[in-house]
């Protein structure tokens, strides 16, 4: 009887300990992530006006998918665009809007994260959310911008069960504030590096010196490799990692949008976007040939939005930063891509999914003590 009850008491004790785990950041466990401070949140909406909204689909035993909306700011985007780039590291991928945001080099509307064949959904909600907005009553073109990462594993994608009412319900849900991470939203049904993907953000804030701007990131996880955090091999130390089986596969996909409050046009928020990739491979990622990594960054200076008739004549005065002070901002995407992809990890639990498919979330407790060993 009191062997039973030891066990017993263990089991809890093991479940409320991955509860806290879960809870809580990395960087709030001891893991080290770069130089730069985090913002308030640690969050892409550390960057002022940017909001998040999410919807999670999770029914019966197949359907486990979701919707991701961000918004660069919370007035009517396609009256104020604002200026936008794209990256893409590794193309095998579906973007819709991507060949408008690379010619004019600006976001008219909310940008929608969700699963591989829920794109036409995804494109029909925003078309239809930006059509009612006060004042764009005789727009007759709006260019959605979808990304999305393949969550077949554990959802029954083929089902196409997102509808476009709902992509809206994700975009109305948008706020400031803290977002939620982990098994939400358009990461509710993803893998990354073989353990239970996710949503991830982080943020970074640069030294006042440097212009005290912020950048924030928002990833949707769904990507292999050989995992690394804080320098640590945890991909090999757990077994999971490309080609140690001729079976095991490092495909899938990363959405990686980057939001800054600096001023910062197409062509350097273009130079900020190839950088986030860096912070991908930092954690192991190596944007295999199935692999559709794709970075969309963007800039809420108000004095650079763009607005969609101009009554201040043919020429554009807006300021922006000079190339030479662009590093800082290069380092800050570097750190906070980084971290939210690690973010999403320690967010995600087990999942159980489609013909009875199991995802495991990361040993954090086994991974956080070989970064203690390496760190002391």
């Known amino acids: 009887m009191r062997q039973k009850s ?21 960087r709030e466990l001891g893991v080290p992530f770069g ?10 909406t550390d960057v002022e006006g940017v909001m ?31 200026p936008a780039a794209l990256f893409v590291g590794n193309g095998f991928g579906k973007l819709a809007g991507v060949t408008q945001v690379q010619e004019l080099g600006n976001i008219e509307s909310p940008i929608v994260l969700t ?23 005789s727009i007759q073109s709006v ?7 393949n969550d077949g594993f554990l959802n029954d994608i083929r089902g196409m069960h997102l509808s476009a ?11 400031t504030g803290p977002v939620k991470e982990g098994n939400v939203g358009a990461g509710t049904g993803t893998v990354c590096f073989g353990w239970k993907g996710g949503i991830g953000t982080a943020s970074r804030k640069l030294p006042e010196s440097m212009g005290g701007y912020t950048v924030g990131v928002l990833v949707q996880t769904n990507f292999g490799g050989n995992l690394q955090i804080a320098g640590v091999s945890v991909g090999e130390k757990l ?29 350097n928020l273009e130079r900020i976007a190839q950088r986030a990739m860096m912070g991908l491979a930092k954690t192991g990622g190596i ?43 290069f380092l800050a995407t570097i750190e906070a891509t980084e971290e939210a992809i690690i973010n999403s990890l320690f967010a995600a639990e087990t999942m159980i999914g489609k013909e009875g498919h199991r995802v495991e979330a990361l040993p954090k407790e086994q991974v956080l003590d070989w970064i203690q060993q390496a760190t002391q």
């Open 239 to 267: 077994g999971k990692y490309p080609f140690k089986d001729t079976l095991e596969k490092s495909d899938g996909s990363c959405m990686i949008v980057v939001a800054t409050d600096a001023p910062v046009l197409d062509r």
């Open 115 to 137: 699963n591989t064949l829920n794109i036409a959904a995804g494109i029909e909600g925003i078309v239809r959310y930006s059509l009612s907005q006060p004042g764009n009553e």
């Open 165 to 175: 009412d709902e992509v809206i319900q994700a975009i109305q849900a948008a706020k």
């Open 287 to 329: 944007a295999s040939n199935g692999s559709g990594d794709y970075v969309i960054a963007f800039s809420t200076a108000k004095g650079l939005r763009i607005p969609y008739r101009s009554e201040s004549g043919k020429l554009e005065t807006s300021a922006s930063l000079r190339n030479d002070d662009m590093t800082g901002l």
């Open 52 to 82: 998040v909204g999410q919807l999670t689909k999770i029914e019966g035993k197949d359907i486990r998918t979701g919707v991701t909306a961000i918004l660069p700011h919370g007035g009517n985007l396609f009256q104020e665009k604002v």
């Open 35 to 44: 130089v730069l401070p985090t913002g308030p949140m640690n969050a892409i």
């Open 6 to 26: 030891l066990f017993f008491l263990i089991g809890v004790l093991f479940g409320f300990s991955q509860v806290v785990l879960a809870q809580k950041k990395p």
């Open 143 to 149: 260019n959605a911008l979808v990304g999305e990462t």
